[in-house]
């Protein structure tokens, strides 16, 4: 699937407009780059052109992976196929063979569903499937021994320590080629989860024990580059109309629970969880994150610490003396309240906070306010 001819899906262009858009670059009438100009083009006007209709606001921050029940029909064919497959191969072939097998299929259907029907929610689950399904073969045809006992001190045991790396290179390379052929925005999220798991093996690798021993730091700074690297392509369509968007929101949601959790963990540390300063502690964090995601335009972060900040409402309504029942709709209505009057004052919360920053370079970056 051309890049071009899905971020002309993504945006409202029909479906006969990408095939046209493909079939114009496999006739040769068009190259693949002049056809993604040719998009960027028409989806920066916001014209109602042959390949774009009205876009939408960056606020809505659409997630373009599913297009009608069609995708969604095939996409349940595809669950119900890979799941018989690898049933039927459970007492033929050992785990990493299995896997191989199912990393061969997933290609071989993402050539008819992504590249060539370019179905969207169909190629957003098998870029999705293909990364571990590769990595799974990778690591067991090297490594001899079950699958389950793959951990860091598990390598440092055996005396296949040493394949590790150019296995894990091995594996990232079928991720990056997959990507490379079908050019689905989710697969950037699976090459950066990869390279974030090599960067944690040669630390640990180094210097056993470091992770375990400073874990908490380790994720928030795992999560704090991914968030770095999300904006960057953020950064490159602030008006959230090209496929830099989509890039963008999975590597905020793979981003935000290794922020989340990490920060609170530390907090945690500090104060003890089921204490009325955690709870204080909770909320503001979150008003914190909630004021990031409001001047970035990405509500990843807030989605990561909903479930927090409900145990910490929960908290503080029991020390009224309200039983469990009370407490624990109460704690629904407040938490449910909250997040409905954040998103349907969106604009209006990004207006206030970004106002003081009218005229500077740095909203140039930034998607526009209304």
């Known amino acids: 699937m051309s890049e071009s001819a899905q971020k002309m899906d993504g945006h409202d262009g029909s479906p006969l407009d990408s095939v046209r858009l493909a079939a114009a670059v496999s006739e040769g009438i068009l190259t693949e780059d002049q056809a993604e100009r040719l998009t960027d083009f028409w989806t920066s006007r916001g014209t109602s052109s042959p390949l774009a209709e009205t876009l939408p606001h960056a606020d809505i921050e659409e997630v373009r992976f599913v297009r009608g029940f069609h995708d969604i029909f095939i996409s349940l064919g595809i669950v119900i196929l890979m799941v018989g497959l690898i049933y ?7 785990a990493w063979a299995i896997s191989a097998a199912g990393a061969l299929a997933i290609w071989g259907l993402a050539e008819v569903f992504s590249r060539q029907m370019r179905l969207a929610l169909p190629s957003f689950l ?6 571990p399904f590769f990595f799974i073969a990778c690591f067991g045809l090297v490594v001899d021994q079950d699958l389950t006992s793959l951990s860091m001190g598990g390598w440092r045991q055996t005396h296949e320590s040493a394949l590790v790396i150019p296995t894990s290179l091995v594996a990232l390379t079928g991720a990056i080629l997959f990507y490379w052929r079908f050019k689905v925005p989710v697969g950037i999220a ?3 989860g990869g390279c974030l798991y090599i960067a944690a093996v040669l630390i640990e690798l180094a210097v056993p024990g470091l992770i375990e021993t400073h874990h ?3 994720f928030l700074i795992l999560g704090l580059v991914t968030f770095s690297l999300a904006m960057s392509f953020d950064i490159k369509d602030p008006a959230r109309v090209t496929l830099n968007s989509d890039k963008a929101f999975w590597l905020h ?15 945690s540390a500090d104060m003890g969880q089921g204490s009325v300063g955690y709870s204080v502690a909770v909320i503001g964090l979150f008003l914190v994150l909630a004021t990031v995601a409001l001047v970035v335009d990405r509500r990843a972060l807030l989605v990561s610490a909903m479930s927090y900040l409900g145990f910490a409402i929960g908290y503080l309504i029991t020390q009224a003396n309200v039983s469990e029942e009370a407490a624990f709709a109460v704690t629904l209505l407040v938490l449910g309240s909250f997040i409905l009057l954040i998103g349907s004052a969106w604009s209006f919360l990004r207006r206030v906070l970004l106002a003081p920053l009218s005229g500077q370079p740095l909203l140039r970056y930034l998607p526009a306010t209304t």
């Not at 039927?88 to 050992?94: Q, V, W």
């Open 88 to 94: 039927g191969l459970n007492d033929i072939l050992p």
């Open 126 to 131: 098998l870029s999705l499937a293909f990364t």
């Open 190 to 192: 699976g090459i950066t």
């Open 216 to 218: 908490v730091l380790f």
């Open 253 to 267: 949601l793979l981003a935000a629970p290794f922020i989340v959790h990490s920060i609170l963990a530390l907090v």
